[in-house]
T-cell receptor, first 110, second 114 residues
Framework: AQRVTQPEKLLSVFKGAPVELKCNYS??????LFWYVQYSRQRLQLLLR?????SIKGFTADLNKGETSFHLKKPFAQEEDSAMYYC????????????WGAGTKLIIKP | DAGVTQSPTHLIKTRGQHVTLRCSPI?????VSWYQQVLGQGPQFIFQ???????GRGNFPDRFSARQFPNYSSELNVNALLLGDSALYLC?????????????FGDGTRLSIL
């Protein structure tokens, strides 16, 4: 079955510390992976997608097919990074639906 | 552009009733998707419409239906409401069809079933 797992419901780190938000997936085909973010009192929005291979707001994510993971990383956390982060997957086997993880709430402590 | 707009913002219904939720996509976007988000969980895909046709359906009962109009706005209808239908219903638009397209979300409609 297709599944996205975000093992941490809550992650709290200090400003300036590295951040890693974990995302593991279960999918038989070739997935496309995404990170969406929701800042306080804002709408859910796309942060980055693995095929773009971009760094957005200092965040990067690498698709590791061997470990079926797509962890989101940032070397130095900033207070404005505090938000809810969702990992999502799309692919042919899922009829191109987005399958979402439960989300991780990231809190950056000053 | 105001982005994706959804109405109403909040709605309270009782079991057995039906409800219609509305969504207007970003100007120029032809695809609309609907999601259900229960508290503490990620969004769950319900439907995707593109050019007024259903292009994808999630694992939801037939009580859920939707349509897209010529101006690309969309309605989600839910019949015979159950307590478990209480959730935030999100609409997202994209320029092209497919969940791999960047989805632009509205603020959602909070539906409470009593």
């Amino acid at each position: 079955a297709q599944r996205v797992t975000q093992p941490e419901k809550l992650l709290s780190v200090f400003k300036g510390a590295p951040v890693e938000l974990k995302c593991n997936y279960s999918y038989s085909g070739s997935p496309e992976l995404f990170w969406y973010v929701q800042y306080s009192r804002q709408r859910l929005q796309l942060l980055l997608r693995h095929i773009s291979r971009e760094s957005i707001k200092g965040f990067t994510a690498d698709l590791n097919k061997g470990e079926t993971s797509f962890h989101l990383k940032k070397p130095f956390a900033q207070e404005e990074d505090s938000a809810m982060y969702y990992c999502a997957l799309s692919g042919m086997d899922s009829n191109y639906q987005l399958i979402w993880g439960a989300g991780t709430k990231l809190i950056i402590k000053p | 552009d105001a982005g994706v707009t959804q109405s109403p913002t909040h709605l309270i219904k009782t079991r057995g009733q039906h409800v219609t939720l509305r969504c207007s996509p970003i100007s120029g976007h032809k695809s609309v998707s609907w999601y259900q988000q229960v508290l503490g969980q990620g969004p769950q895909f319900i439907f995707q419409y593109y050019e007024k046709e259903e292009r994808g359906r999630g694992n939801f009962p037939d009580r859920f239906s939707a349509r897209q109009f010529p101006n690309y706005s969309s309605e989600l209808n839910v019949n015979a409401l159950l307590l478990g239908d209480s959730a935030l219903y999100l609409c997202a638009s994209s320029f092209r069809q497919g969940a791999n397209q960047p989805q632009h979300f509205g603020d959602g409609t909070r539906l409470s079933i009593l």
